[in-house]
């Protein structure tokens, strides 16, 4: 079996936080997919609350409800 990473809009860098498709101009979901899909590769399955540089800072998106170990679509990087 060859397993490899969806091009679904949900890891593409062209997604708002409000799942939004900025090239499209289109509201989208987690299944949605296209052929101008602009991979985001700073995300993955380990891109959680605990490890992102918002958490826990009054610039965090979703204060009420992040968790470590929680997958948010704004996390971002610790540097």
């Known amino acids: ?7 679904t809009c949900f890891n593409c ?3 708002s ?4 498709c900025l090239e499209h101009k289109t509201k989208v979901d987690v299944f949605s997919v ?5 991979y985001k590769n700073f995300f ?3 891109s959680n609350c605990g490890n992102c540089i918002s958490f826990n ?3 965090c ?6 968790t470590e170990g929680m997958l ?7 540097v």
């Open 1 to 7: 079996m060859d397993i490899r990473t969806s091009n």
């Open 13 to 15: 860098e062209n997604l």
């Open 17 to 20: 936080s409000d799942l939004l």
């Open 34 to 38: 296209c052929d101008d899909h602009s």
């Open 44 to 46: 993955s399955k380990n």
């Open 57 to 59: 800072m009054d610039s």
């Open 61 to 66: 998106k979703h204060p009420n409800s992040a």
């Open 72 to 78: 948010c679509i704004d996390w971002q990087p610790s």
